[in-house]
T-cell receptor
Framework: SQQGEEDPQALSIQEGENATMNCSYK?????LQWYRQNSGRGLVHLIL?????REKHSGRLRVTLDTSKKSSSLLITASRAADTASYFCATDDNRLAFGKGNQVVVIPRGSYIPTFGRGTSLIVHP | EAQVTQNPRYLITVTGKKLTVTCSQN?????MSWYRQDPGLGLRQIYYSMNVEVTDKGDVPEGYKVSRKEKRNFPLILESPSPNQTSLYFC????????????FGQGTRLTVV
């Protein structure tokens, strides 16, 4: 069964903002890993944190691990449009088991985001 | 260059026609694994192998076979493909099982009609 469960499942932020996503798991672990996937491509390893570590940094990434709560968080600081991807946590569990992933969309600065009304249903009778 | 190579990248086939998706790694990794990825379900493990001649079922092994006759290759075999096996498949390898970085292939998009 899948071990990690990421939260939120989808996140949309403005370029420059920080993005935080969480992962919860069920059983004891030796380590937890975070991976990134660009649309339809293979996963790429980002960072590994061991069970005796509480926090780890790699560039703009910061990972925390709370083994008492069986949870981890991934923080991406000063997000860029190129950070748009899905992010997965994975636990060792003697075989690498992934969660369902967080989809993160980073909206480029200055982008126009239309705001929609509720819409109007039009019915044309014959 | 260290890599995991899957072939083919795209495949459309008909129900019941046996097919093999190949996976090869050049990093002398002991651990290899196959996953399928479907919308809303994340990555689910099909089979994994801790070393040569050692294979184990993952979460969704039904309808699949694998073999590990040599360290570098881990083919995924669908003896009689069905439409519910339409999916995006990934092969991965790592030096050891779960406690080292895994390297992924580029994926194989399979459609069974």
């Amino acid at each position: 069964s899948q071990q990690g469960e990421e939260d939120p499942q989808a996140l949309s932020i403005q370029e420059g903002e920080n993005a935080t996503m969480n992962c919860s798991y069920k059983t004891s672990i030796n380590n937890l890993q975070w991976y990134r996937q660009n649309s339809g491509r293979g996963l790429v390893h980002l960072i590994l944190i061991r069970s005796n570590e509480r926090e780890k940094h790699s560039g703009r990434l910061r990972v925390t691990l709370d083994t008492s709560k069986k949870s981890s968080s991934l923080l991406i600081t000063a997000s860029r449009a190129a950070d748009t991807a899905s992010y997965f946590c994975a636990t060792d569990d003697n075989r690498l088991a992934f969660g369902k992933g967080n989809q993160v969309v980073v909206i480029p600065r200055g982008s126009y985001i239309p705001t929609f009304g509720r819409g109007t249903s039009l019915i044309v009778h014959p | 260059e260290a890599q995991v190579t899957q072939n083919p990248r795209y495949l459309i086939t008909v129900t019941g026609k046996k097919l093999t998706v190949t996976c090869s790694q050049n990093m002398n990794h002991e651990y290899m694994s196959w996953y399928r990825q479907d919308p809303g379900l994340g990555l689910r493990q099909i089979y994994y192998s801790m070393n040569v001649e050692v294979t184990d079922k993952g979460d969704v092994p039904e309808g699949y076979k694998v073999s590990r006759k040599e360290k570098r290759n881990f083919p995924l075999i669908l003896e009689s493909p069905s439409p519910n096996q339409t999916s995006l498949y990934f092969c991965a390898s790592s030096l050891l099982s779960g406690n080292t970085e895994a390297f992924f292939g580029q994926g194989t998009r399979l459609t069974v009609v």
